[in-house]
């Protein structure tokens, strides 16, 4: 088992700072279970990176490596240059960290709750209304922390990660248990602090969101990176049929299939859905039958590209193993 280390700067590159993260080789067991399994990215300056993955698939185990709360069985982690592991006190200032079971002193008010956490990193208690405001806590600054909602606590947990302005902030979902209203609030605060250049980590599984804030994302399947891009890059490289969607009674079912160009018809939820990979060319034919009025269109997204590429991935690390000396193959 080998300690994670800081990588070695190497002389004469001082002038490019190193990155925010850098993450190489990285495994981690939990007795059987491998967790993660030799997963190496890097994570620039200022960048908004998303990690997304099925549940288990190993993201908060990678965060909590990434900020120094886990130790890596092998590999090497830096943030900002510097080994996170052993605590590392000089990179604490510099770090805000949300957990996905935050601890919270509850006995406390809201605002006592988080004047502690300033008063722990030296952050000026102008910052706690400041980040209660943020979050959208003012309200509720002088209600105990037990009696938070679920939502509310979680707001107060994204709070104490940001209440000492640090340049590189790990969430790892940070809006699971938002409303949408303060979820697309979250969204504001968080495109804010990118603004300011602040370096952006996070876990969702929501991917209409990762597609809206993120620079870049990585999907982890079971405990390896299988794919990191942008997410235009992404939805951009994925041949996902399109769907046009037809109010019902307008053509027939037969009469849709014999589209040149359609793949697939069904019924669904009060409209005839063809599946297309040639939209533009069985437009003009739905046009030329019915019309356009009411004709709806669905192009792919990030949620199509993560399904497609996790049930794929899944379904190929589930197919047994053959051994090495027989000659059977897998279709
Ligand atoms: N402390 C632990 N002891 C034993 N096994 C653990 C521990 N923490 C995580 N695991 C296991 O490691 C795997 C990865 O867990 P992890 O929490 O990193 O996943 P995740 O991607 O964050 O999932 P989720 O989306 O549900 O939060 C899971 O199989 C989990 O059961
Ligand atoms: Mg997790």
């Known amino acids: 088992m080998s300690e994670v280390q800081a990588m070695p700067t190497t002389p004469g590159e001082a002038a490019a700072p190193a990155p925010a993260v850098h993450v190489r080789h990285v495994s981690k067991r939990y007795g059987e279970r491998q967790a993660l399994d030799d997963v190496s990215l890097e994570i620039g300056r200022g960048e908004f990176f998303g990690l997304l993955g099925p549940n288990g698939a190993g993201k908060s185990t990678l965060v909590e490596i990434m900020e120094g709360l886990r130790r890596a069985d092998s590999g090497t982690v830096a943030v900002f240059g510097e080994s996170p592991w052993p605590r590392n006190t000089a990179l604490l200032p510099r770090v805000g960290i949300q957990t996905q079971s ?16 300033a008063a722990l990193y030296g952050a000026p208690r102008s910052a706690v ?58 969204w504001e605060v968080l495109r804010g602090l990118k603004a300011q250049g602040r370096t952006i980590v996070y876990t969702t599984h929501h991917l209409d969101e990762a597609e809206a804030l993120c ?32 109010p019902l009674g307008r053509l027939g079912e037969d009469e849709a299939a014999a589209i040149p160009g359609v793949d697939r018809v069904t ?64 279709p």
Not at 102 to 117: I, K, N, P, Y
Not at 225 to 238: E, M, Q, R, Y
């Open 215 to 246: 620079d870049r994302i990585a999907i982890l399947v079971d405990g390896t990176v299988a794919v990191t891009d942008t997410p235009h890059n992404l939805v951009g490289g994925f041949k996902a049929a399109t769907r046009l969607m037809l």
């Open 129 to 186: 209304d400041a980040t209660l405001e943020a979050v959208g806590l003012t309200e509720q600054r002088d209600i105990q922390v037990e009696s938070l909602s679920g939502g509310q606590r979680q707001r107060l947990a994204i709070a104490s990660a940001l209440v000492h302005g640090p340049e590189l902030i790990f969430l790892d979902e940070p809006t699971a248990a938002l409303d949408p209203q303060a979820r697309r609030d979250l």
């Open 102 to 117: 935050s601890a919270f002193f509850v006995r406390q008010r809201a605002h006592e709750h988080l004047r502690t956490v």
């Open 267 to 330: 019924v669904q939820g009060g409209s005839l859905v063809l599946e297309t990979r040639e939209a533009g060319r069985v437009l003009s034919a739905v046009d030329k039958l019915t019309g356009l009025d009411g004709v709806q269109t669905r192009t792919a997204g990030l949620e199509d590209v993560y399904l497609d590429l996790t049930a794929r991935l899944t379904r190929s690390a589930h197919t047994p193993r053959r051994n090495a000396d027989t000659t059977e193959h897998q």
